[in-house]
């Protein structure tokens, strides 16, 4: 069955780093998504991303976060200058007709 | 904006029993989409069940069965013949608009169940 994958499963950077999380999506899905947890609370939406653009963001989503589709198959987030608060689980996730989203296994991303 | 409540922030089950987490929106739409999503300790989101809002008959999977109550705005998983590996944070999630839109998910802040013998 197709699933989500998302690497690196764990990703430890310092405070003002850049960090790129790196999703495969499902082959023929069409919309694909960003979410965070932070430890102990409910997964937040990020950022939504049809046709090549950004189709909606989070208050969360500020000028430090992009996203990209560089192929035809990955699905980037950046985040240029990683803060202590940016520590979280962040999950990939995709759907075919914007319908039941499918999730990746998340990268924890820890900021020392 | 749309929220989504859950006011179980823990439950317990014996095995085999059944129990029911309990979930309440609240949304202005008339078109939406209700899910539960399932998150072991491996952190992994995992889709137990949906519930379109356009349709009265409530969803069920396997052992998995929602109780849909649109005028109510609530929406409750119940489990039955719970197992050990039930044992899971459950999120309830709303989706407004109609497919072919890339609407975003409003998750719940969580039930974490505990599944004993």
């Known amino acids: 069955e197709p699933e989500v994958t998302q690497t690196p499963s764990h990703q430890v950077t310092q405070m003002g780093q850049e960090v790129i999380l790196r999703c495969v999506p499902i082959?023929?899905?069409?919309?694909f998504y960003w979410y965070r947890q932070i430890l102990g609370q409910k997964v937040e939406f990020l950022v939504s991303f049809y046709n090549n653009e950004i189709s909606e963001k989070s208050e969360i989503f500020d000028d430090q976060f992009s996203v990209e589709r560089p192929d035809g198959s990955n699905f980037t987030l950046k985040i240029r200058s990683t803060k202590l608060e940016d520590s979280a689980m962040y999950f990939c996730a995709s759907t075919r007709q914007g319908y039941e989203q499918y999730f990746g296994p998340g990268t924890r991303l820890t900021v020392t | 904006a749309q929220t989504v409540t859950q006011s179980q922030p823990e439950m317990s089950v014996q095995e085999a029993e059944t129990v029911t987490l309990s979930c309440t929106y609240d949304?202005?739409?008339?078109?939406?989409?209700l899910f539960w999503y399932k998150q072991p300790p491996s952190r992994q989101m995992i889709l137990v069940i949906r519930?379109?809002?356009?349709?009265?008959q409530n969803a069920t999977e396997n052992r998995f069965s929602v109780n849909f109550q649109k005028a109510a705005k609530s929406f409750s998983l119940k489990i039955s013949d719970s197992q050990l590996g039930d044992a899971a944070m459950y999120f309830c999630a709303y989706r407004r608009g109609n497919t072919g839109t890339a609407s975003k998910l409003t998750f719940g802040t969580g039930t974490r169940l505990q599944v004993t013998l």
């Open positions: 949304t202005s739409e008339s078109d939406y989409y």
């Open positions: 519930q379109e809002a356009y349709k009265q």
């Open positions: 082959s023929n899905h069409l919309y």
